[in-house]
């Protein structure tokens, strides 16, 4: 046996792993700026509870580029192997 194939296995399980947790850390970066934002709209009241809505937006926006990058990531590794 090469040490490639010995290799293949542990990176497959690498990969997904790595897919796996990519759905915990969305929702992970999106609750953290809701609650920021509900923290904020607390402290700070106005009369469209604009910071949970802002923030929120802008974890979704920051969740959906760490996932693009961790993709690319991901691929770009598949294709060098």
């Known amino acids: 046996m090469s040490s490639n194939q010995n290799q293949d296995p542990k990176r497959k399980r690498n990969k997904w792993l790595a897919l796996v947790n990519i759905p915990v850390q969305m929702g992970v970066i999106v609750f953290l700026f809701a609650y920021g934002g509900k923290w904020l709209d607390a402290h700070y ?30 691929n770009r590794d598949d294709e060098q192997s």
Request: cysteine-free; aromatic content about 10%.
């Open 45 to 74: 009241p106005n009369k469209h509870n604009l910071y949970v809505k802002i923030l929120t937006l802008a974890g979704v926006a920051i969740a959906f580029y760490n996932v693009n990058r961790q993709l690319k990531d991901i």
